[in-house]
């Protein structure tokens, strides 16, 4: 099944949820926790997101993060890394924390977001863990009706909306987190539609600016190119490598045991990628008996890709050849 898309513009609103591999816990102690935290307070100061809510138990967690500027996938990726680092050294253990990549839902803000708020601080009521959302030190309902030390990065906004003093506005707040969630509002969360959580209005905008956009303009790119490829040879990519690298036809097509030639290994890495050669025909251009040889020559290259001054040199002669097919 392929991956849900990642979709990620200025201003976004998102649930994030992850939980351990195969259900066990990440988190085993309050330091555990305390270190969790920090580095989420870490990604709101590098990454300059916010943290809008979180509730933290014993195998998955919850967050409700707003990207004023695009910069999840980088948050959660240093989120996630870093955590997953120093819980293993910290328990002498290797290998993946997670189940995998986190998940996170679109969410519409002006119709959902109070209640994800309520069912993330609710989360640990629901568990069973206690009877009180703010009994739990790890969830921000806590912070929220209090000035606790070293929260100022928690985004605390929805509470002005709760009264006007701040005394009457954690009252409320209070009292309207402990009420209870429809079955209607728990469904669209944990049920979200295509991985948003939003009405009717909200999931059409989105799938029409980001979605369909996506696949429309991908289908767009990949028509052009396929135009321009059509008009490509190989005697236009060799004849642009040779330039690039400064090598002749006879230099292009040397082997020397032990040595490699970088020039001949991209030439037949573009013609197979590029053009859909066959390995029997670039054995012709290359004056080589054996297909496996090209083959071999093939999984190298892709491992050197990884060089970036291998990979601008490709791109340089792919964006050369296009241009000369182009009319």
């Known amino acids: 099944m392929a991956r849900p898309l990642r979709i990620e513009y200025d201003g976004a609103w998102y649930h994030v949820m992850n939980r351990g591999l195969e259900r066990r816990n990440i988190f085993r102690e309050p330091k555990d926790y305390d270190h969790f935290i920090s580095l989420l307070k870490e990604i709101t100061e590098i990454f300059s997101i916010e943290i809008h809510a979180f509730s933290l138990m014993p195998n998955h967690y919850h967050l409700l993060i707003h990207t004023p500027k695009m910069g999840l ?15 293993n050294k910290r328990y002498k253990r290797d290998g993946v924390l997670f189940r995998g990549r986190y998940k996170a839902c679109l969410v519409d803000s002006n119709e959902y977001l109070t209640e994800l708020v309520r069912y993330i601080h609710l989360n640990p009521v629901k568990a069973g863990l206690c009877q009180h959302p703010k009994e739990h030190l790890w969830t921000s309902h806590l912070y929220y009706l209090t000035d606790c030390k070293g929260y100022d990065w928690l985004f605390r906004d929805i509470l002005r909306e709760y009264g006007k003093t701040t005394r009457v506005a954690r009252q409320n707040f209070d009292l309207m987190v402990r009420g209870n969630l429809s079955e209607e509002i728990i469904q669209a969360i944990e049920q979200p539609k295509n991985g948003i959580i939003g ?11 980001f979605v369909e956009s996506r696949h429309k303009k ?5 028509r052009k190119e396929k135009e321009l490829q059509s008009s490509v040879t190989g005697r236009d990519i060799i004849e642009n490598i040779q330039h690039c690298y400064d090598v002749n036809l006879a230099e292009l097509r040397s082997t020397i045991r032990g040595q490699r030639n970088e020039a001949r290994s991209l030439a037949i890495y573009l013609m197979r990628h590029r053009l859909g050669s066959s390995l029997k025909t670039i054995s012709r251009w290359f004056r ?24 601008k040199r490709m791109r340089e002669i792919e964006h050369a050849v296009l241009r000369k097919a182009s009319p």
């Open 73 to 87: 996938s980088r948050a959660m990726r240093h989120l996630s890394g870093v955590y997953t680092q120093c819980f």
């Open 199 to 209: 009405g009717d209005f909200f999931v059409s905008w989105v799938n029409e600016n």
């Open 218 to 222: 991908a289908k767009e790119i990949s």
């Open 288 to 311: 080589v008996e054996n297909e496996y040889v090209i083959a071999k020559t093939l999984s190298r290259f892709k491992k050197d890709l990884n060089e970036k001054t291998c990979l």
